[in-house]
């Protein structure tokens, strides 16, 4: 939203105030106490917080971002240079990193391990290691495999001194690594404000993934990070970066594709029907107000 004239309606009819959380799965008590009136889950802390948490009425408003689309970043698993690991079989007795349990590196980590007939408690030990340490714990050696997402994958020191192993499409496919979600009494009280937000989203995504905005864009992000543009200009709202829904309409198929996956994991004892917790006429009215 900091890019000029995105925010039409900020500041009118709703205001955002933001708060920080280390990973999806942690913000999940405080969207229950409705401390956060929104938040940003991917498709794993959905289903925890609609069965682990009991938050029946948690409605997914907006697709945020999704991982494993073909001809954009995706998602990866790396090992040293170095590291006598070319195959999954090849970890077993390891040590893995992960940012958060439950989270969007874990799943798919699990699910490869669990695809090549490996126990994820028993023939590797996994570990959580917050994203700015990855590329130090591998390079060290106090981890032999690191998931990580952007930016820091892109890291040139760790692009260097590491290769990818596989990436998360191939555990588990397309998926969803972020969405928009809100209780549905919010949805109900503030339905006009929240369509302006997603109206004010849809433009702020397009404006950035704009090649016309590139450079305007980048400075913005290395303002709020504190970081030479240099770190992002190559990749950021390029191809080189995650695939971003430009109408922000939630994918109810996939959601349900990908919350099906974690039955198999241990992650969900009861199946969910993902169709009652998505409602997508709040982006798609959002978006009809704005030109293809």
Do not use: C
Request: a negative charge.
């Amino acid at each position: 939203m900091l890019a000029t004239g995105v925010a039409r309606h900020a500041g009118a009819s709703y205001l955002l105030e933001e708060t920080y959380y280390k990973g999806g799965p942690l913000s999940i008590s405080a969207f229950a106490a409705g401390d956060l009136d929104i938040a940003g889950f991917g498709f794993v802390t959905i289903a925890t917080a609609i069965r682990g948490a009991g938050i029946a009425d948690l409605r997914v408003i907006g697709d945020v971002g999704q991982d494993g689309v073909e001809g954009w970043y995706m998602n990866h698993y790396s090992v040293r240079n170095d590291a006598p690991i070319h195959s999954i079989e090849d970890l077993k007795g390891r040590v893995l990193a992960i940012n958060v349990k439950g989270g969007l590196i874990d799943v798919p980590l699990r699910a490869m391990l669990h695809k090549h007939g490996m126990d994820d408690a028993k023939d590797v030990t996994i570990i959580e290691v917050a994203l700015p340490n990855m590329k130090s714990i591998l390079l060290d050696g106090k981890a032999d495999l690191i998931g990580t997402l952007l930016p820091f994958s892109a890291d040139q020191q760790l692009q260097a001194n590491s290769r990818t192993l596989f990436r998360a499409y191939d555990a588990v496919g397309r998926d969803q690594v972020s969405t928009i979600v809100a209780h549905a009494d919010f949805i109900a009280k503030n339905r006009a404000a929240l369509v302006d937000f997603l109206e004010d989203y849809i433009r702020a995504v397009r404006w950035y993934v704009d090649p016309a905005n590139h450079s305007k864009a980048i400075q913005i992000v290395a303002d709020f990070t504190k970081q030479p543009p240099s770190v992002f200009d190559s990749w950021a709202f390029t191809r080189g970066d995650q695939y971003r829904n430009p109408n922000a309409v939630p994918d109810t198929e996939l959601l349900q594709a990908n919350v099906n996956l974690l039955g198999p994991l241990g992650y969900l004892k009861a199946p969910i029907d993902m169709r009652q917790y998505v409602d997508g006429s709040l982006a798609r009215e959002a978006a009809a107000r704005l030109s293809p």
